[in-house]
């Protein structure tokens, strides 16, 4: 597909900027606010969260999960979350999301800023995805960032997919795949492929609860 270089690029640079990745969290208070939202969240049973990153979240989601499933595609940032979340009932599981299909059902699928990085043509099948890995009455539960957060960023034009550029401490730089959502056009979105959404603003960015279509392929 057309975007293949541009999530290799994302992929690269998140393997090259794991010692790096935690740095947001201690500057911008929104994230630190978002976090706290957590404890607020239907977030139950088995757990699966979907790129994982350092592990931010993943800490916060083992204390509320019966067992949960981190997954990631980057080994660097894998090997900083499970230092961060030592837990008996946490799974780390190294994939990539765009090829991976869960083997098993979970009764909530967690994702934080990883939608926005996700091309706007892929996003029917990674819905499906999601769909797929939840049990019946299950959720899907996400948090990203909102179209305000485009003033924080280097958006490029002419890509394959929505754009910016980011720079590491070495002066390197990489493309990502960056969709700043708009919760109401999200909403509209997820609706058309027959799910029931409620999204609401929070901090600069957006959480989101979702249920599947009831008719939907799921794993055996």
């Not at 067992?67 to 230092?83: F, H, M, N, P, Y």
Request: hydrophobic letters at 45%; one cysteine or more; aromatic letters at 10%.
């Amino acid at each position: 597909m057309d975007d293949d270089a541009l999530l290799a690029e994302q992929m690269a640079y998140y393997r090259a900027g794991a010692a790096e990745y935690d740095r947001p969290y201690a500057e911008r208070e929104e994230l630190q606010e978002l976090l706290t939202v957590v404890d607020d969240l239907p977030i139950t049973g088995d757990v699966l969260e979907l790129a994982c990153g350092t592990g931010q979240w993943t800490r916060l989601l083992a204390a509320r999960a019966h067992a949960l499933t981190a997954v990631d595609a980057a080994a660097e940032v894998l090997a900083l979350a499970r230092a961060r979340t030592a837990s008996p009932t946490v799974r780390f599981l190294q994939a990539d999301l765009f090829e991976w299909q869960p083997l098993r059902r979970y009764d909530t699928v967690f994702f934080a800023f990883w939608l926005s990085h996700v091309p706007p043509t892929r996003l029917p099948d990674f819905w499906n995805t999601v769909a797929a890995a939840l049990t019946p009455g299950g959720k899907a539960i996400f948090i990203d960032d909102g179209p305000a957060a485009a003033a924080e960023e280097e958006v490029l034009a002419h890509q394959p997919a929505p754009a910016a550029l980011r720079r590491l401490d070495d002066g390197s730089q990489y493309r990502i795949v960056k969709v700043f959502h708009d919760a109401r056009t999200l909403t509209d979105d997820l609706t058309a492929l027959g799910w029931s959404a409620r999204i609401r603003p929070v901090a600069g960015g957006f959480v989101g609860i979702a249920e599947p279509p009831t008719a939907v392929t799921r794993p055996g």
